[in-house]
């Protein structure tokens, strides 16, 4: 699966220390670190990060100004011990603003935006779209080209993807359907969402899905509104 990649830039290296072992923690991660702010904004056309974790005080350097000059393509996080700057980080069109010291829980939500940032058309627009998934003790990033089908599993929904191999995740079916595009993904049962790119075939009581080897049911509330919406594709 495709690591997420990312620059750190601030003066203070336990602060990239921090950010460090978080991004190893979480997994799917590739992190550069610079405590020399016009060293890492020089290598920001080279490294083409996904998201860019950026310090405001720093030595020589205001993070607010090199924020100008980063390229649209990346999410920007801002990680800070000065919380009066959040309001004018927000206006630079900053996906977070972390707030030092800074919680695991809260790094994992600031990235779980970034990537639904690169899925609204943010980041590389050549890039899959992804969503960020929670595992038991970590975060995954999930292509949406990857799902062949959702299924509920009490607290939890297994996802199935197209190449055979399944993530366990600890959302609710819920939950995850709000993450993906209404458009590409439909739900058609209680305890399943399907991408409409696989359907194969369908009556009004089960969809068969290229690849999957068995039809999976439709529910008795969603028939009609599936059946119709399946027609059109």
């Known amino acids: 699966m495709k690591k997420i ?5 601030d003066d203070e290296p336990i602060a990239l220390l921090i950010l460090s072992e978080f991004c190893a923690r979480m997994g799917n991660m590739e992190l550069v670190t610079f405590t020399d702010p016009r060293e890492g904004l020089g290598k920001i056309d080279s490294e083409k990060p996904d998201i860019v974790f950026l310090d405001i005080e720093m030595n020589g350097l205001n993070g607010l100004e090199a924020a100008r000059s980063l390229p649209k393509g990346c999410a920007l996080i801002f990680v800070t011990a000065h919380a009066q700057y959040a309001l004018e980080g927000f206006n630079l069109d900053a996906v977070d603003f972390l707030h030092k010291p800074v919680a695991y829980e809260r790094f994992v939500r600031a990235v779980e935006k970034a990537v ?3 899925g609204a058309g943010g980041m590389h627009e050549d890039e899959p779209e992804v969503i960020m998934v929670r595992q038991e003790y970590s975060s995954v990033p999930l292509r949406l080209d990857e799902i062949l089908y959702i299924e509920a599993l009490g ?11 399944t993530i366990l995740s600890r959302l609710s079916i819920k939950s995850i359907g709000e993450l993906l595009p209404s458009d590409r993904f439909l739900r058609i049962h209680r305890s399943y969402i399907i991408p409409l790119s696989c359907v194969d075939s369908f009556s009004r009581h089960e969809v068969q899905l290229s690849g999957a080897g068995r039809p999976l049911p439709i529910g008795r509330v969603y ?5 119709r919406r399946l027609s059109d594709i």
């Open 116 to 118: 639904r940032y690169a």
């Open 223 to 227: 028939g009609d509104s599936v059946y």
């Open 155 to 165: 607290n939890y929904v297994k996802i199935v993807r197209r190449h055979g191999d």
């Open 5 to 9: 990649k990312c620059v750190a830039i």
